[in-house]
Antibody, heavy 123, light 110 residues
Framework: EVQLVESGGGLVQPGRSLRLSCAAS????????MHWVRQTPGKGLEWVSG????????AYADSVKGRFTISRDNAKNSLYLQMNSLRAEDTAFYYC????????????????WGLGTLVIVSS | SYVLTQPPSASVAPGETARITCGGN??????VHWYQQKPGQAPVLVIY???DRPTGIPERFSGSNFGTTATLTISRVEAGDEADYYC?????????????FGGGTKLTVL
């Protein structure tokens, strides 16, 4: 069974940094592209960033480009999101999601999701 | 950037058929994926590649995508189908990949 467990969320002041982690299990992690998707409480879903299985291709939403950095450690079955220069509008649940096709990237569905970790940016 | 438009709400009586639309420019040329999200839970993939059903999703869920509109159809609606539903596509029109979600449709089972 696929499991994705996010951690690292919390309350942070504007302008500060936070690093999210996602621990993956139940599938061959190094075969799949992985993504971060966020959701402001009570609002819709917003794709944040994605990374190919081999980290050779990375993409970001315009809203976070230059501030957020996605990375992965296949040896540790882990996905990360380094968030710098945080703003109030970054307040959201952050979900880790797996893309559905082996080796594919930026073309498929998000077939497994974690439960999310809440990031609150406030002074 | 690419925009997907969904009605904010829909309602249906138990046993009836719910149809939730997702509109976008030339949407029929893209693969559309649909997610169900119940309160306090993570999204769940219910339809992918326009009309395929992941393992474990009931046959009552189906999808189509033609022209500028994709449709998620839920037949014989049950109380447990009450949830928010989101469509999603990948847009490659800019210099970098971008995934886009619709604004979501809240389905109420009367």
């Amino acid at each position: 069974e696929v499991q994705l467990v996010e951690s690292g969320g919390g309350l942070v002041q504007p302008g500060r940094s936070l690093r999210l982690s996602c621990a993956a299990s139940g599938f061959t992690f190094d075969e799949y592209a992985m993504h971060w998707v966020r959701q402001t409480p009570g609002k819709g879903l917003e794709w944040v960033s994605g990374i190919t299985w081999d980290s050779r291709s990375i993409a970001y939403a315009d809203s976070v480009k230059g501030r957020f950095t996605i990375s992965r450690d296949n040896a540790k079955n882990s996905l990360y999101l380094q968030m710098n220069s945080l703003r109030a509008e970054d307040t959201a649940f952050y979900y880790c999601a797996k893309e559905d096709v082996v080796g594919a990237a930026f073309s498929g569905a998000f077939d497994s999701w974690g439960l999310g970790t809440l990031v609150i940016v406030s002074s | 950037s690419y925009v997907l438009t969904q009605p904010p709400s829909a309602s249906v009586a138990p046993g009836e058929t719910a149809r939730i639309t997702c509109g976008g420019n030339n949407l029929g040329s893209k693969s559309v994926h649909w997610y169900q999200q119940k309160p306090g839970q993570a999204p769940v993939l219910v339809i992918y590649y326009d009309s395929d059903r992941p393992t474990g999703i009931p046959e009552r869920f189906s999808g189509s995508n033609f022209g500028t509109t994709a449709t998620l159809t839920i037949s014989r609606v049950e109380a447990g189908d009450e949830a928010d539903y989101y469509c999603q596509v990948w847009d490659s029109s800019s210099d970098h990949p971008d995934s886009v979600f619709g604004g979501g449709t809240k389905l109420t089972v009367l």
